[in-house]
């Protein structure tokens, strides 16, 4: 999708509908970038009446180096704002820490 947004210099996901998560592989240290869409990618939970209680997505995050599977998942409450974030196989990173491990983007 980086050509499309060279090519017309616009992004197919407007920013505040994606969040962009970074990790990086617990054996490999190699980083990792995912984004989520807000509006697409997220699946209703429910509680135990049947009531909206939120969102929740499970993403299966692999890098290139190693290809080991990293697991997210993230919950979300009703109006779509992060609410938790746990992975395994990898860690959580901030964005500083993930252009310093890769400057190529």
Request: aromatic fraction near 10%.
């Amino acid at each position: 999708m980086s050509w499309f947004k060279r090519i017309f210099g616009i992004s197919l996901v407007p920013p505040e509908r994606a969040i962009v998560v970074y990790v990086r592989c617990d054996k490999c240290q190699h980083p990792v970038s995912v984004r989520i869409d807000r509006y697409n990618d997220l699946a209703v939970e429910y509680n135990e009446r049947e009531i909206e209680i939120g969102y929740v997505v499970h993403k299966s995050i692999m890098d290139s180096t190693c290809f080991r599977i990293m697991q997210a998942t993230l919950t979300f409450d009703t109006q779509r704002n992060e609410q938790t974030r746990t992975i395994s196989g990898g860690t959580f990173i901030d964005e500083a820490t993930y252009r310093a491990l890769h400057p190529t983007t």
